[in-house]
């Protein structure tokens, strides 16, 4: 009875869900996380998709989210005005609602 009881329930796919703001960090923060991330052996979910104006997210951004036993959120100045990134995060939370606060990443000028 176990057995099927633990058969029944979702499997991890992915260690880590990336969220993020495409515009603000795609190319250089979350591109370098992710890699860094990888080469660790750290299996991660990085949303490759532009999403159309208007469009939810869709059911599979929501089953990674599920299926991630942790998410990082990469808080970048324009995240909160994304329709699409708020999505995420109340997925997020409504899914792990306990998380770890890291603080703020700030880059100094020299």
């Given at each position: 009875m176990a057995a099927?009881?633990?058969?029944?329930?979702?499997q991890r796919r992915y260690d880590v869900f990336l969220s993020f703001?495409?515009?603000?960090?795609?190319?250089?923060?979350?591109a370098h996380l992710d890699k860094e991330l990888r080469t660790?052996?750290?299996d991660c979910f990085i949303d490759e998709e532009k999403l159309e104006r208007g469009?939810?997210?869709?059911?599979?951004?929501?089953?990674?989210?599920?299926?991630?036993?942790?998410?990082?959120?990469?808080?970048?100045?324009?995240?909160?005005?994304?329709?699409?990134?708020?999505?995420?995060?109340?997925?997020i939370l409504e899914c792990k609602p306990n998380f770890l606060q890291c603080g703020s990443l700030r880059c100094q000028k020299s």
């Open positions: 099927a009881a633990a058969s029944s329930s979702p703001r495409g515009e603000d960090t795609h190319n250089n923060f979350t660790e052996g750290i469009k939810t997210i869709s059911s599979a951004l929501v089953a990674a989210i599920e299926n991630s036993m942790f998410s990082i959120i990469v808080l970048s100045e324009n995240y909160a005005s994304s329709r699409w990134c708020v999505e995420k995060l109340v997925k």
